[in-house]
């Protein structure tokens, strides 16, 4: 009788390469195969650490017969790692589907902790980390996402989403109509030589963006109804380049 293998969820660095845990590198390096979102960033991180394994890519337009694939060799013994792009396996990831028919499959699920960039932008944002809600990405029609808004507007939490550069000053100013003008923070490029945070009221903000080109995905972190600081004289903080 086969013995069943084990898929590692494995976190890699959100940006400075430095973050990536022993443990992490370890594991990929033990591993028979390595499941990815994109085989040549992927390759690039192994490369980097000289590390050299097989690449399997799995995303959202992945057919089922590559996740059964995977499944079955898994359920033969073999031991796999997967990676995403960027940061924590499963947080606006497609690897959800993944991990649930292995879990049926009866197959070992080990989680490699290390690096998340909603985790990173909260931390640093100065609103309360004691309990907090991640969103993750808003829809991206203009109705549906006010409407996602409004259902949240109630909500104690702080909360945070990620946003595009190509939405990100919208998503601000309904977030301003709907929320009112409350204290937040968005961060991008973190760990990265260009990273920056601006802190303020959601006005201030959406001043700041309205001056200046954008780009980068964002991490936007916004006080919760209980946390609403209306009134706030603050101006903005920019984050420096490191």
Same mark, same amino acid.
């Given at each position: 009788?086969?013995?069943?293998?084990?898929?590692?969820?494995?976190?890699?660095?959100?940006?400075?390469?430095?973050?990536?845990?022993?443990?992490?590198?370890?594991?990929?390096?033990?591993?028979? %195969?390595? $499941?990815?979102?994109?085989?040549?960033?992927?390759?690039?991180?192994?490369?980097?650490?000289?590390?050299?394994?097989? +690449?399997?890519?799995?995303?959202?337009?992945?057919?089922?017969?590559?996740?059964?694939?995977?499944?079955?060799?898994?359920?033969?013994?073999?031991?796999?790692?997967? &990676?995403?792009?960027?940061?924590?396996? +499963? $947080?606006?990831?497609?690897?959800?589907?993944?991990?649930?028919?292995?879990?049926?499959?009866?197959?070992?699920?080990?989680? &490699?902790?290390?690096?998340?960039?909603?985790?990173?932008?909260?931390?640093?944002?100065? +609103?309360?980390?004691?309990?907090?809600?991640?969103?993750?990405?808003?829809?991206?029609?203009?109705?549906?996402?006010?409407?996602? +808004?409004?259902?949240?507007?109630?909500?104690?939490?702080?909360?945070?989403?990620?946003?595009?550069?190509?939405?990100?000053?919208?998503?601000?100013?309904?977030?301003?109509? $709907?929320?009112?003008?409350?204290?937040?923070?968005?961060?991008?490029?973190?760990?990265?030589?260009?990273?920056?945070?601006?802190?303020?009221?959601?006005?201030?903000?959406?001043?700041?963006?309205?001056?200046?080109? $954008?780009?980068?995905?964002?991490?936007?972190?916004?006080?919760?109804?209980?946390?609403? %600081?209306?009134?706030?004289?603050?101006?903005?903080?920019?984050?420096?380049?490191?």
């Amino acid at each position: 009788m086969s013995v069943s293998g084990v898929l590692y969820l494995v976190a890699t660095p959100i940006g400075n390469l430095g973050d990536i845990t022993f443990r992490a590198v370890q594991t990929l390096r033990e591993v028979d %195969f390595v $499941i990815c979102e994109d085989s040549r960033r992927s390759g690039m991180l192994l490369k980097h650490f000289e590390i050299k394994k097989p +690449l399997r890519s799995f995303h959202d337009h992945s057919s089922k017969s590559k996740q059964e694939s995977v499944i079955h060799e898994l359920k033969e013994g073999r031991r796999a790692a997967y &990676i995403t792009d960027a940061g924590t396996p +499963l $947080i606006s990831d497609p690897g959800f589907t993944l991990v649930r028919d292995a879990l049926e499959a009866g197959i070992r699920i080990e989680s &490699i902790p290390g690096p998340s960039a909603f985790v990173n932008a909260l931390v640093i944002s100065g +609103l309360p980390t004691h309990s907090f809600a991640f969103i993750g990405y808003l829809p991206q029609k203009e109705k549906a996402r006010r409407d996602a +808004l409004h259902e949240l507007q109630d909500e104690p939490r702080t909360l945070i989403f990620y946003e595009s550069p190509y939405r990100l000053l919208r998503t601000l100013e309904d977030m301003r109509d $709907i929320f009112g003008d409350r204290e937040a923070s968005v961060s991008r490029e973190m760990t990265k030589k260009f990273e920056e945070t601006v802190r303020g009221n959601l006005s201030e903000i959406s001043a700041y963006f309205e001056k200046r080109k $954008i780009l980068g995905e964002w991490v936007i972190v916004i006080a919760g109804k209980a946390h609403n %600081f209306v009134g706030s004289k603050r101006r903005p903080s920019v984050g420096f380049e490191l």
